[in-house]
């Protein structure tokens, strides 16, 4: 027993694969997607052939690999002691495919037995297994279901109705959230293709998003702050249907965390509500309140770096301020609490001295104080 479980985690190639190969094999496999779902006919046979030498070039390390070869009853067996090794590929896919809608990623599984059977017979001293021509022709049926599908997967129309649940999120500041989807809906009757819906996601968070839409859940450090970007990136597109939205946000996702999402988030949930269906999974386990605490920590702990002038100081200030607003809406800070802690992280002796003559009545806003000390100090040779 323990002899198999041996053999069966030396199969596990995702845990030992370099970051090359692992980059070539996930780019391969989006051009691929993109032939499925982007264009037409058997465009995407050209691409298999450079798909199966980058896993050939992975597989001929392995001398599990060559033993399973030579031992296997047949093509089948062989397959089914190898597909498991790729399913973390699946993670990594760049459309939308909802758990409950697997018709539409039923490509997958032919398609990574043709390899499997295709770098066996292919390697140095390899084996020829029956099953490479019936394979591709599974493959081939696979594409054609997995588009029909794709063209009628379900997902909102701009004719549906708003979802209650976003009613009353929308009613937060743009800061806290997206705006009213005029075409969230309920309903999952209507449909977007695939390629469609990508197009619409690329338009929102681009393709592939920029590093501060990316949360890899690898900690809960950046969480607050990316879930703050995020939603106000989404704010933005305030016309777009709940389910883009909700895709948009797991397009955001990266690794592990992006499978559990896929599992925990339904597609009706992402129907009705929107980006919150996948944020407020999100929540509860990085929103902690031991986050929110180091949060605070971080924010009374600001201060002026070293050669950091007042102006710089300031929009670090702001930034940090902006976060811990727009992640505890409910705790308002008054401007004098936050001048007092604007001027508790104060290093330069000058803007020290200055700001107490700045406001010596203590009635303005932070924003007019800030900018008048920003004013001053930058007038001091």
């Not at 050939?56 to 296997?72: C, K, M, P």
């Not at 305030?238 to 965390?257: F, H, Q, R």
């Not at 003559?357 to 100090?377: A, E, Q, R």
Request: with cysteine; hydrophobic share 40%.
């Amino acid at each position: 027993m323990a002899n198999n479980e041996l053999r069966n985690s030396s199969r596990d190639i995702s845990t030992t694969l370099g970051a090359v190969p692992r980059t070539s094999l996930l780019k391969q496999l989006h051009e691929i997607e993109t032939a499925i779902y982007e264009k037409t006919g058997a465009s995407y046979f050209r691409l298999l052939s450079e798909f199966s030498g980058s896993v050939q070039d992975i597989l001929s390390l392995s001398g599990v690999f060559r033993d399973d070869v030579t031992a296997a009853e047949d093509a089948p067996a062989l397959c089914e002691l190898w597909r498991p090794s790729f399913d973390w590929l699946t993670d990594e896919m760049i459309y939308t495919y909802p758990i409950g809608d697997e018709i539409t990623t039923s490509w997958f599984d032919p398609l990574i037995d043709w390899t499997i059977i295709n770098v066996a017979a292919n390697m140095d001293h390899g084996r020829v297994l029956v099953g490479r021509k019936e394979f591709k022709e599974q493959l081939a049926i696979s594409v054609s279901a997995s588009r029909a599908a794709s063209r009628h997967s379900s997902t909102p129309s701009a004719d549906d109705i708003e979802s209650p649940t976003l009613s009353a999120y929308n009613s937060l500041p743009s800061s806290h959230g997206p705006k009213a989807s005029q075409s969230g809906t309920s309903s999952l009757g209507s449909a977007i293709p695939y390629d469609e819906l990508k197009k619409k996601i690329k338009c929102i968070v681009g393709d592939p998003p920029s590093a501060d839409h990316i949360f890899t859940g690898a900690s809960s450090d950046n969480y607050l702050q990316w879930r703050v970007t995020i939603l106000e990136t989404l704010a933005d597109a305030d016309e777009a249907p709940n389910k883009v939205l909700a895709e948009a946000v797991i397009s955001c996702l990266k690794g592990s965390i992006k499978a559990f999402i896929k599992r925990q988030v339904s597609r009706q949930s992402m129907a009705d509500e929107g980006a919150m269906a996948v944020i407020s999974v999100l929540d509860k386990r990085f929103r902690t309140s031991l986050a929110l605490k180091a949060l605070d920590a971080k924010f009374d702990g600001l201060h002026q770096g070293q050669g950091e002038s007042v102006l710089q100081y300031s929009i670090k200030f702001e930034e940090l301020l902006h976060i811990k607003q727009s992640t505890s809406p409910d705790e308002v800070l008054k401007d004098s609490t936050i001048i007092r802690c604007f001027n508790r992280g104060l290093r330069d002796s000058r803007a020290i001295l200055m700001s107490a003559l700045v406001d010596p009545l203590k009635t303005m806003d932070f924003i007019t104080y800030k900018d008048s000390l920003v004013s001053i100090c930058d007038d001091i040779p």
